[in-house]
């Protein structure tokens, strides 16, 4: 997803593509994403250990508080020796690693594939943009990162231009998640008994998923076993529904306002912000998770944001670039589910 583009000084007459070169990354910016990239690499293998780790795991025991200072730390207290507790299994038992960097594998794959389609886009046109910014997250918040984006520094000099490097995300990353999803499926293993009284976590599967189980013969995606193919799938698959809302900046955005224009955009923008809100207490009320708020504050900060417009704005997209947004529109059909997470 690219962050919000400033409008600064023409780089180029009106039509003309590309007027010159984006400079390329020097190698502080390659040391510096690298070193993102690397540490989001931990985090994320860490946060895939914890995904692969049985439920019936020992808790930390810790003392009851008793005085307003052991209030305040006995939450880190707790969060640090949970930590602990998994990385001392998992170094006991090193298939949870082995399955950990599997999950940061296929996960990092379709983010970089997804922020490199970005990225590759706004070289051809001649768009000044950085590297992609992979954002660490401490584990096991958030799968350890909160997804990764570029920043776009100069005008879109087209429709066109606005249009391939939004959808050009969304479909790179689309398609190393179909393998990734296909690859789930193969390795995919019984789910073990759960402890009785047990709370759970469901991971509500996008249509993509559904129609490759009934693909690979597999009749109840619930009965499987944790595997880190399949969520580093529904990860991404979830990432590329947020990113294809029809709002502000986002890249759903960027995709209906060079095809539609800019008064579709606005008001789909608020159509969307307007469902997203209807189903965030549904989701709390049915499913018990409060996360569709996150959702609703995201994009109410999108709408918030003007979007840039191109500097030439009067070029068609042609035949050819309205099939590609039918089927950036069936991407989206198929990786988006409104209440993705229940907890029984």
């Excluded at 949870?96 to 706004?122: D, M, N, P, Q």
């Excluded at 944790?226 to 990432?239: D, E, H, R, T």
């Excluded at 759903?252 to 189903?279: C, D, E, N, T």
């Amino acid at each position: 997803m690219s962050e919000s583009i400033r409008e600064i000084s023409t780089f180029a007459a009106r039509g003309a593509w590309p007027a010159r070169r984006a400079p390329r990354p020097t190698a502080r910016e390659w040391a510096r994403h690298t070193a993102l990239f690397l540490l989001t690499a931990l985090t994320v293998t860490w946060a895939g250990v914890g995904f692969m780790l049985p439920f019936d795991m020992a808790e930390p025991s810790l003392a009851a508080p008793a005085a307003p200072l052991d209030y305040l730390l006995y939450v880190p207290k707790y969060f640090v020796l949970a930590l602990a507790a998994e990385a001392s299994f998992a170094l006991a038992h090193p298939h949870f690693i082995a399955e950990g960097v599997k999950f940061a594998g296929a996960l990092l794959s379709i983010l970089l594939a997804h922020e490199s389609g970005h990225y590759v886009a706004c070289r051809l046109y001649g768009v000044d943009a950085t590297l992609p910014f992979f954002i660490p997250v401490p584990p096991p918040f958030m799968a350890g990162t909160l997804g990764a984006f570029i920043k776009i520094k100069s005008p879109i000099p087209s429709r066109r231009a606005l249009f391939d490097i939004g959808v050009a995300g969304p479909l790179a990353g689309f398609l190393v998640i179909v393998p990734v999803a296909c690859l789930a499926l193969l390795t995919a293993t019984p789910a073990p008994p759960l402890p009785e009284g047990a709370s759970v976590i469901i991971f509500n599967d996008p249509p993509l998923l559904r129609l490759l189980a009934v693909t690979f013969g597999v009749n109840n995606l619930e009965t499987l076993g944790p595997n880190p193919f399949y969520f580093a799938a529904w990860i991404g698959l979830l990432v590329t529904s947020l990113n294809l809302l029809p709002v502000g900046q986002l890249d759903g955005g960027h995709a209906v306002y060079a095809v539609l224009g800019k008064g579709v955009h606005k008001h789909a923008g608020r159509v969307a912000f307007l469902l997203m809100l209807a189903l965030a207490p549904l989701g709390w009320l049915w499913h018990g998770v409060p996360s569709g708020f996150l959702y609703v504050v995201l994009l109410f900060v999108m709408l918030r944001l003007p979007h840039p417009q191109p500097l030439d704005d009067r070029d068609a997209l042609g035949n050819t670039r309205l099939t590609v947004a039918l089927a950036t529109l069936l991407v989206f059909l198929l990786s988006f589910v409104p209440f993705p997470l229940t907890i029984r």
